[in-house]
C-alpha cells in the first residue's frame, strides 16, 4: 500500500502548482484523503481534506480561497491546486489516507506518502 506525491518545485510568490497523489495497492474510493504539509523546524500541519464520498472538503483557514482538493477515483488519485503561493507555503506537502472522517490531526490517517518539497521564492 503506498502514495506517491508529485508536482512540487521551486515557484515565484503568486504562482501555482498542483500537487498529486497516487495511490498503487489499494482503492482510494473508500479513504478520505488529507493533505499535510511541513516546514524545517514547524509540526506537520492539516492543510485540507476530502470525504471518501467526494461531497466534502475542508480546508485550513490559511489556504482557504487558494488552495483546492478535488479526487478522481478513475484515476485512483487525489489534486491539491494552488494558487496565490506565498513564501510561508515553503514545505514538504505529504497527502494521507484514513478510513475514519477526514481529521487535520495527523495521528487520524493511516497512510502517508514519501512528500514532496515546494519551494516558494523569487
Known amino acids: 500500500l503506498q502514495l506517491v506525491e508529485s508536482g512540487g518545485g521551486l515557484v515565484q510568490p503568486g504562482g501555482s502548482l498542483t500537487l498529486s497523489c497516487a495511490a498503487s495497492?489499494?482503492?482510494?474510493?473508500?479513504?478520505?484523503i488529507g493533505w499535510f504539509r511541513q516546514a524545517p523546524g514547524k509540526e506537520r500541519e492539516g492543510i485540507s481534506c476530502i470525504s471518501s464520498s467526494d461531497t466534502s472538503t475542508y480546508y485550513a483557514d490559511f489556504v482557504k480561497g487558494r488552495f483546492t482538493i478535488s479526487r478522481d477515483n478513475a484515476k485512483n488519485t487525489v489534486y491539491l491546486q494552488k494558487t496565490s503561493l506565498k513564501p510561508e507555503d515553503t514545505a514538504v506537502y505529504y497527502c494521507a489516507a484514513t478510513l475514519r472522517p477526514c481529521s487535520p490531526w495527523p495521528y487520524e490517517y493511516d497512510y502517508w506518502g514519501q512528500g514532496t518539497q515546494v519551494t516558494v521564492s523569487s
Open positions: 495497492g489499494f482503492t482510494l474510493d473508500y479513504y478520505a
